[in-house]
């Protein structure tokens, strides 16, 4: 049963171009989310994260967009540039739990 | 760098053996997390422990199992083991034993790869 789900594994994007990456949930109780990027050979590093009393953050080129109703998210990045092609997982949690749901993750590619 | 040590970075051993990964997290955090992930999958969360005590469970195998040390290390031990269980094995330590807010984000080691023959 995977609570949270990204249902494209990889994503081409133009160098220069937006870049956006999305993400669903199933689970109501999740209420921070948390997004995490990764390169081969290295663990995952920490990007972004958004509460559920907020539907925007962002962060230099970044922005996490975060719809409840609807229990999506995602991640936007402008403009992407070649060191953003990496996986990126999306994560959720409850306010009181301490463990993290990963999604399967999304394969960023940037291409000249 | 991330502050976060694993070792080994690779091992390779036999189905029915046990092996022990090992993990220090950075300085001052005192929680530790070990996550599983398999190919072309997602990070599964295995357990947590806070300060010396387990604080969560995820999915972890009962052939698995895991301890924090007083000098808060961590040491995940996998018996038994099968082919199915060749994996990449993350930790991951923060400040505190709960998500959010910021200050309990989650900083991962580069982790161990496991191939059982």
């Known amino acids: 049963d995977q609570q949270v789900k990204q249902n494209s594994p990889s994503l081409s994007v133009q160098e220069g171009r937006i870049s956006i990456l999305n993400c669903d949930y199933t689970?109501?109780?999740?209420?921070?989310f948390l997004w995490y990027k990764k390169y081969p050979a290295e663990g995952p590093t920490f990007l972004i994260s958004i509460s559920s009393i907020k539907d925007k953050n962002e962060d230099g080129r970044f922005t996490v967009f975060l719809n409840k109703s609807a229990k999506h998210l995602s991640l936007h990045i402008v403009p992407s540039q070649p060191g953003d092609s990496a996986v990126y997982f999306c994560?959720?949690?409850?306010?009181?739990?301490?463990?993290?749901?990963f999604g399967s993750g999304t394969r960023l590619s940037i291409r000249p | 760098d991330s502050g976060v040590t694993q070792t080994p970075k690779h091992l390779i051993t036999a189905t029915g053996q046990r092996v022990t990964l090992r993990c220090s997290p950075r300085s001052g955090d005192l929680s530790v997390y070990w996550y599983q992930q398999s190919l072309d999958q997602g990070l599964q969360f295995l357990i947590q422990y806070y300060n010396g005590e387990e604080r969560a469970k995820g999915n972890i195998l009962e052939r698995f199992s895991a301890q924090q040390f007083p000098d808060l290390h961590s040491e995940l031990n996998l018996s038994s083991l099968e082919l199915g269980d060749s994996a990449l094995y993350f930790c991951?330590?923060?400040?505190?034993?709960?998500?959010?807010?910021?200050?309990?984000?989650?900083?991962f080691g580069p982790g161990t790869r496991l191939t059982v023959l």
């Open positions: 991951a330590s923060s400040v505190g034993g709960r998500v959010g807010f910021g200050y309990n984000e989650q900083f």
């Open positions: 994560a959720a949690s409850g306010s009181s739990a301490s463990k993290i749901i």
């Open positions: 689970n109501s109780m999740f209420d921070y």
